[in-house]
Structure formats: C-alpha cells, structure tokens
C-alpha cells in the first residue's frame, strides 16, 4: 500500500470504530509496515490510559517481508510461501494484528474499517473495556 492518505484514512476509521467499544480513557496505538506491493502490515494494542499513536515503519517489498520483521507465532517458516488476500487477523496477547494481503479501494474504505472492528470485537460480550 503506498497511498499513505488512504492508509491513514483507514486507520482513523478503525480508531472511530474501536472507540465504539472502548471507555473514554482507553487509547489504540497503531503500527503500520507499509508495503511496495499490495497490502500493509497493521499491528494496534489498546490499552487504559494510553495516548492514540500512529506509527510508520519504513515501507517493506511484501507484506510477507514485513510480516518477517515483527515478532508474532502465527507463521512460521519460509514466509515467502504464504499469499494474503484480502484482511487476515491474528490476535495475540494484548496485540492485533491485521495483515492486508490488497490495495483495492474497498480494503480500505471506511467500510472495511468497521467490518475489521466487527470481526475483532465480535466475541467480545459487547461492554466497553
């Protein structure tokens, strides 16, 4: 993904979407691995009393390289072999991590943003953490 605009468009939806189901004083801080292909790597943990913070890493050839450069044990192995398409999230401990495997407009419009949060939030008992 290297429309940055369109990038941050969608990480401000996710935090208007998230804020939805989190307390006045919870913040999201994002990490986003851009790619030169399509997709990026976004990685947000949300915490009390925390600052909203976006940070950008610099820009990877592939997702699958930029998925190599972040500690996670959802993949393991030969990262070269796995072809994301579409959102693919994997949750683990206090993290998020959102692998976007596209650069379709409609993988980033507000739109996915808030089926991105649904499917993160789905199990949850709906109250606010």
Known sequence: ????PLLQGYINN????????????TGVVFDVYPSDAEGALIIFKIGSGQLNQDTYHP????????????RQNAFGG??????FRGTNTVIEGNRVILIKGEDGSDSWDESAAKHD??????NSSGGRA
Do not use: C, E, Q, W
């Open 78 to 83: 030969n990262l070269s072999g796995f072809n």
């Open 1 to 4: 993904m290297k429309d940055r």
């Open 117 to 122: 949060v649904m499917r993160v939030t789905a």
């Open 14 to 25: 996710l935090r208007r979407y998230l804020a939805l189901h989190l307390k006045g004083s």
């Open 59 to 70: 820009s990877s050839p592939t997702v699958n390289d930029a998925l190599g450069k972040i």
